[in-house]
Every structure is written in structure tokens, then in C-alpha cells.
């Protein structure tokens, strides 16, 4: 298998990594397909952006960041750890090109805004990813066929984690890998936190490889300590925010309002929403899914704010105009309480079908393997000078007190207006028996 190099190497700025470097053809022309340049059109953090201004990065600066991590990981293992012998658990070169494939697509499949549109229309963002390789139709299959014609489906395996060699699946794809080191530092930029500052470059200093995949040595044990914190606080202070999972529920049921009526026949004698019918009729081809970015998405919501539907109407507005529902947090002692406030929303005039959810996010910051369950988690390993591994929260004080430890909130999502006075509306009274029970028995 020979890989073209470019003649000269080229460089793209970054705010994280300063420069990414190309050296091969295949990876050049594969940012340059038209499916690698739709994720310019999806921001990654999706409605993270409507709480921090200035989270409005792309899929497409992300997996460029993986890449570059990735490039250098392989660096790193190829000037100190290089194979000797087939077997002795060293790196082999020759698994670079599948590495730097896997990681520059390995977000491909995502739709717009991401996780909100993957839960409404059931897809699945790493099936697409590997069906888009996969597929003869793509610009990113035909890239990839000129390095052999087998080598889609070996890029695809790699992101279905079934590729046979562990090195390159969790550079990938692990408890601490160049998608989640690329996303922390990137986040934690863009939003203007320093929750996701951890020292990669001391993390990619440490690892190395072995039979069984990557470990860390056992001097660089802090730093890593440090980057499962890193995550652990971006996730309860980032990507758990109750403001963008507020905006995240109007979102949710825009997208479930424009489906119930499309099934209805309830958007005939208006614009009609052609791109979104493959998903609403749940016959999805490539095209389709290849067709919708959150440009798409947001010029249908323009769309909607002049539709004859009110709920569909004001979902629209709600989300254009950065109107997100409030919040409590429940628990489960004051979860036999939400049918209730439900009620009292509905009975003031609001569908609660559409202005009430249940959101929950939870996060598992690190967990080690539990041979009892089905699907195995890659935990980290700390190598010690004689070879030995040992699981790293046996020996870290800080991380064993997060190994195990599920953390999040549950919340109960309503329109702002419940908790507004409105002592001469007629509603009043439920406005007051509402308000009495999320100031009683939750925390607002």
C-alpha cells in the first residue's frame, strides 16, 4: 500500500494546536471533499453557543484538531516506541495512514445540532459516519478507494471500534483519547472557560504502546490525573448547563411539533420542509442526511415563525430569539410531583405536551473495567519502570474519588412565563400553585 506525500507539507492555523500539519495526499483531498466540508456548517457544541457567545466552533475545526493530535501520537510512538518484530506490542508504522483517516472523519456522520437531532429522528451519528466511508456514492469513498479499494471499510472499523489493532482504535476512541483531548482544550477555549486546560502536551509525551493498546508511564501519572478533572468540571459546568439544555428542550420540541404535523397533514398550503420529509417519513438516504446542516435547520425555523400552527409558531420564535424554558431540579423524592406541574401548565393555556420535559444529563467521569458487564470500557493504565500496568485510579487518590461516581441533574423544563407574577391574570391560581410547588419542593 503506497501513500502519496505531498510535495510540500501544508499547514492550517489553529487556536488550539497552533499549526495542523498535512503531509499526505489522501488526507488533503479528504478535507476537500464536500462531505468534509459540511461540518463547517454544524457547530460543535450545538446550543451551548446561546450560553457562551462564543462556543460557535465547528465539527469541521474539531476533526481537524483530532487529526493533528493523532499525527502526533503516531509521531511519538514511531520515534521511541518503533517495532521491532511483528508482535512485540510496539508501534508499526504502516497503521499511520488508517489513524489520521479514522480520526479526520471520525465525527462525519454528525447531523445538525448533533445530539437534539440524533434523539428526535433517531440516527445514529457514528452508523452514518461509517455508512458515509462506506458508500460508493461519496466523494470521501472515492479519496479513500485510491489508497485501496479495501481501506473504506478498514477507516469504518476503526470508528466501529471492531479494527484489530487496539493502538489505533483508542487513539480514537478511549477513556482519554484525541477526539476528547481535542474537544476539552477546544471548548474550554471557545467558551472562554479554563475548566478543559490540562497539559497535553505533556499527555502525549507519556503514552506509548503495548500489546493491548496505549499506556501511560508512570511519570506522567499527574498529568493525566489532571485531564480526567479537566473533563469531569467540563461536563458539570459546560456541557450540563441548565441554560443550553433549556434551549436544547425548545429545540426538541420545535423538531417534535413540525413532525407530529407533518404526519398529521397539517403543513399542506405552506412551505413545505423538503429536506426534513426523509426524516419525518424515516426514509433517510445518504443525499438526504449529507443535505441538512443547522443553516438548513435555522432557515426552516425563520420559515415557521410566519406558519399558521401557534405552537409551531412560538417554538420557532422561542429558539431563533434565545428564549429557553426555565428549570427545577428534581429528585426522587419530588419526581411524583412533575405530573402535577404539568397539569397547572397546561391548564394555563400551554400544551404541555410541548411546553413541559424531563431532561437529565449524567456523566460517568471514569470507570475501570468490570468484566460482569457487556460492554467493556477501555480504562487507563500506568506503566511502571518494570513493564507492569497498573489501572490508574488504584493509584491516584483524585481519580478513584470520581471512578464510579455517576454525576448530573435531573430537571423539569416549563416556559418562564409560570414563574412571572401575574397577579390579574385570570390564571392566577395556578400560576401561585405552580410557583408554590417549585420554590417548595425543588431547586429552581
Known amino acids: 500500500m503506497k501513500i502519496q506525500m505531498l510535495p510540500r507539507e501544508k499547514v492550517f492555523r489553529d487556536p488550539i494546536h497552533n499549526y495542523i500539519h498535512v503531509q499526505h495526499k489522501v488526507i488533503l483531498d479528504l478535507i476537500n471533499t464536500k462531505e468534509f466540508q459540511r461540518l463547517r456548517r454544524i457547530k460543535q457544541l450545538g446550543t451551548s453557543s446561546f450560553t457562551f457567545q462564543g462556543a460557535e466552533h465547528s465539527r469541521f475545526t474539531h476533526c481537524m484538531g483530532v487529526y493533528e493530535i493523532t499525527r502526533q501520537i503516531c509521531d511519538n510512538f514511531q520515534r521511541n516506541y518503533p517495532t521491532k518484530e511483528p ?12 489513524a489520521l483517516c479514522a480520526a479526520l472523519l471520525h465525527d462525519l456522520g454528525h447531523g445538525p445540532y448533533s445530539h437534539t437531532f440524533e434523539h428526535i429522528f433517531n440516527t445514529d451519528h457514528e452508523m452514518w459516519t461509517q455508512k458515509i466511508i462506506t458508500s460508493k456514492e461519496t466523494e470521501i469513498n472515492h479519496v479513500l478507494r485510491q489508497v485501496s479499494d479495501d481501506f473504506p471499510e478498514k477507516v469504518a472499523s476503526v470508528i466501529d471500534h471492531t479494527y484489530p489493532n487496539p493502538q489505533v482504535v483508542q487513539m480514537i476512541s478511549s477513556q482519554i483519547d484525541a477526539d476528547r483531548m481535542d474537544y476539552l482544550l477546544r471548548d474550554a477555549y471557545f467558551t472562554g472557560t479554563k475548566y478543559g486546560m490540562f497539559d497535553l502536551t505533556r499527555i502525549l509525551r507519556v503514552m506509548r504502546p503495548y500489546d493491548k ?18 473533563r469531569f468540571q467540563m461536563y458539570q459546568q459546560i456541557y450540563f448547563h441548565p441554560v443550553s439544555r433549556g434551549m436544547e428542550v425548545v429545540l426538541t420540541k420545535l423538531l417534535q411539533r413540525a413532525k407530529d404535523l407533518y404526519k398529521h397533514n397539517q403543513m399542506n398550503g405552506f412551505e413545505m420542509p423538503s429536506l426534513l420529509v426523509p426524516f419525518f417519513t424515516e426514509n433517510v438516504s445518504i443525499d438526504d442526511y449529507l443535505s441538512l446542516d443547522d443553516g438548513i435547520l ?99 487518590r483524585l481519580v478513584n474519588a470520581l471512578t464510579g461516581k455517576i454525576t448530573g441533574d435531573e430537571r423539569f423544563y416549563f416556559p418562564k412565563t409560570m ?11 395556578f400560576y401561585d400553585a405552580f410557583q408554590s410547588h417549585i420554590h417548595n419542593d425543588m431547586i429552581v
Open 298 to 396: 435555522n432557515t426552516y425555523f425563520t420559515l415557521w415563525q410566519s406558519y399558521p400552527d401557534e405552537i409551531l409558531k412560538d417554538l420557532a420564535y422561542r429558539f431563533l430569539s434565545r428564549k429557553p424554558f426555565k428549570s427545577a431540579q428534581y429528585n426522587h423524592e419530588t419526581k411524583a410531583k412533575l405530573p402535577e406541574l404539568a397539569e397547572l401548565v397546561e391548564n394555563t393555556g400551554f400544551d404541555k405536551n410541548y411546553y413541559t420535559a424531563i431532561n437529565t444529563s449524567f456523566d460517568l467521569p471514569y470507570d475501570i473495567y468490570n468484566p460482569r458487564q457487556n460492554k467493556r470500557k477501555t480504562q487507563i493504565e500506568i506503566m511502571q519502570d518494570d513493564g507492569s500496568l497498573i489501572e490508574l485510579s488504584t493509584i491516584s
Open 213 to 230: 493498546g496505549i499506556a501511560f508511564d508512570n511519570d506522567g501519572m499527574h498529568a493525566v490525573e489532571d485531564y480526567v478533572l479537566c
Open 87 to 98: 508482535g512485540d506490542g510496539l508501534w508499526n508504522d504502516d497503521e499511520r495512514i488508517v
Open 419 to 429: 414563574i412571572v407574577e401575574h397577579s390579574n391574570d385570570i390564571f392566577s391560581g
